[in-house]
Structures are given as C-alpha cells and as structure tokens.
C-alpha cells in the first residue's frame, strides 16, 4: 500500500498519522490530507509530520491506494457524494465514522473492499484498542497492510460488522468512562486536605498499576479485587457503597446505552 489519502483532518486522523509516521509505517511523502474548511490544520499537519496537504481531490484519489474517511458522521454523506465521481472502483476505503454502516458507503460508492475501525483516543500516545471489521471484497494483502496500518496506534481486534455497535460502546467510548471515574475520586480526593497533584498521581497511578495487573497477571477482576479486601476492613466499606448506588448497573445502563446510540446512528 504505497499512498494514503485521508479525507477529514480531526483528532482520530491526527492520531493515526502520528503513529504511521513516529513508527515509520508509511513515508510522510505518501500521506495525503484534505480537509474541509480548516487550512490553517492542514498546514500544521505538513509542518508536524511532513505530510502533503492537498485540495485536488479529484489528483488525490486517482492516486490512493486507501481513502480513509476521518470527518464526523453528519458530514459522510455529503463527503462521499463528492468522492463518488472520482475514486476508481476498485480502490479500499477505510472508514473512522462512528455508526456508518458499510453498506451506506456502498451505496454511494459502488461495491468495493471496505473496512470500518473502530479506534480510540488513546491512538495519540500508541494505545488505542481498535476494533476493524471488513467486508468480503477485502483480500488478505489488504488486510494485512490495514493491521500493520493499525499496529501504529495500538492494538487490533478483527470483528463482525454488527459487533462494532458493542466495540464503540466499550472501548470507542470507553476512555470517557474511565475519565469520568478519575474526575470523581479525583473531586473526593480533594475534600481531605491533600493537594491536587499529590491528589491526581494517586488515582492515575492507582489506575496505570491496576490496569498493568489485569494485562500481566493471568486472573480475573473479581479475585484481584478479592485479595485487597479485608474482612471488615477499608475496601469493604468503599465497595459496599458502590454497591449501595448500584454503580455496576449504573455501567450496564452506560454500555447498553451507548450502544443503542451506536445502532440509531447507524439507522439516521
Ligand atoms: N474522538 C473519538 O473518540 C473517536 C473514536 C473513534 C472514532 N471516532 C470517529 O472519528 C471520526 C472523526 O472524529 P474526529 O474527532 O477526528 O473529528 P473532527 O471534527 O476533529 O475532524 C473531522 C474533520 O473532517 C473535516 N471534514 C468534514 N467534511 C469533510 C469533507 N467533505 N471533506 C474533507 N474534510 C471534511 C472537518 O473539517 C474536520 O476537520 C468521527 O466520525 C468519529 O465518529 C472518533
């Protein structure tokens, strides 16, 4: 896969080109970028990473070997109405756009091998899990060549179309949870005298140091969570108070939610 032309220049497109180029995946000189209004980040694209910021579209997409759609889900159908006179048939179109479904692409692009990803924002330091389904028309060397592209931000787990619903619900979203988790023993944290830095290294490393033991120990949460709790000891009372505000039910509602949100996109 030798030139990639990414339409939309947002965070997720940032990201990913930070990692094709911090790991050396693809030259800065075969990365195209167009955008929709914003010179001003397209310039600032080509001074941080080199890469060609373009206006031709109709130049850029002869020359793709993968079109990547990075703007947000109002704006894909009008994007891929004025990609459609344009892009030869048979070139791979990788698409960020939460929710929007293959064939709604298809249906305005024509058949062709398509890939949907489902990354997250931890694609900035390398870290993203991302979920990528493809659909038939998608060859092995294609593959291939999308993993290695994915390989830069993170990690990848191939899925069924249907189950990027669920995959955008846990781990697209998911980051946001855990943040909103910080933010709140972060702000009880502070109630007790301590300072906001001393404060914040507490929960993200507690966090960072949890999150290590779940990848390197080979056991499940419930019995990690097991071994710090003390009969009648400090982590009894905190848990039984998150058992008291429902606070598992509260995450099932949350994924639940956000994945029926995922599927009324897709139906929008
Ligand atoms: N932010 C996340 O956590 C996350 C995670 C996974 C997937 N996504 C998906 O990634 C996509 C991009 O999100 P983002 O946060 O980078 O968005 P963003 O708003 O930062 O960037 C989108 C860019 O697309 C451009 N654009 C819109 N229409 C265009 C067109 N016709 N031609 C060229 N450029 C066009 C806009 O000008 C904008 O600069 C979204 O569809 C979102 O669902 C986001």
């Known amino acids: 896969m030798k030139n990639i032309l990414f339409i939309g220049a947002g965070s997720m497109a940032e990201a990913i080109i930070h990692g094709l180029t911090a790991q050396q995946v693809i030259d800065a000189a075969h990365i195209f970028v167009t955008n929709k209004s914003n010179e001003a980040k397209l310039t600032q694209l080509h001074e941080a990473y080199g890469i060609s910021a373009t206006y031709e579209l109709a130049d850029a997409l002869q020359q793709a070997d993968l079109v990547v759609l990075a703007m947000k889900p109002k704006d894909v159908k009008a994007a891929l109405e004025k990609i459609a006179a344009h892009i030869p048939a048979q070139t791979p179109v990788l698409s960020i756009v939460a929710g929007y479904a293959m064939a709604s692409i298809e249906a305005i692009l024509g058949a062709r091998p398509l890939a949907r990803i489902m990354p ?8 993203s899990t991302t979920g990528v389904a493809y659909n038939a028309a998608v060859n092995d060397g294609t593959k291939q060549a999308i993993t290695t592209l994915l390989q830069s931000i993170g990690t990848v787990i191939e899925v069924e179309e249907d189950q990027l619903h669920a995959v955008t619900a846990i781990s697209g979203s998911g980051p946001a949870y855990f943040y909103y988790v910080v933010e709140a023993m972060k702000e009880a944290g502070l109630t007790y005298g301590l300072d906001e830095q001393t404060v914040k290294q507490l929960v993200v490393e507690t966090m960072a140091g949890a999150s290590e033991m779940l990848k ?3 056991e499940e949460p419930q019995l990690l969570r097991k071994k ?3 009969p009648g000891g400090t982590t009894e009372a905190g848990v039984k ?6 606070v598992k039910e509260a995450f099932t509602t949350c994924i639940a939610d956000a994945e029926a949100k995922s599927r009324e996109l897709a139906n929008s």
């Open 120 to 127: 997250n924002t931890s694609a900035q330091i390398a870290l």
């Open 216 to 218: 390197r120990v080979d």
């Open 228 to 230: 710090i709790t003390s």
């Open 241 to 246: 108070a998150l058992e008291k505000f429902n």
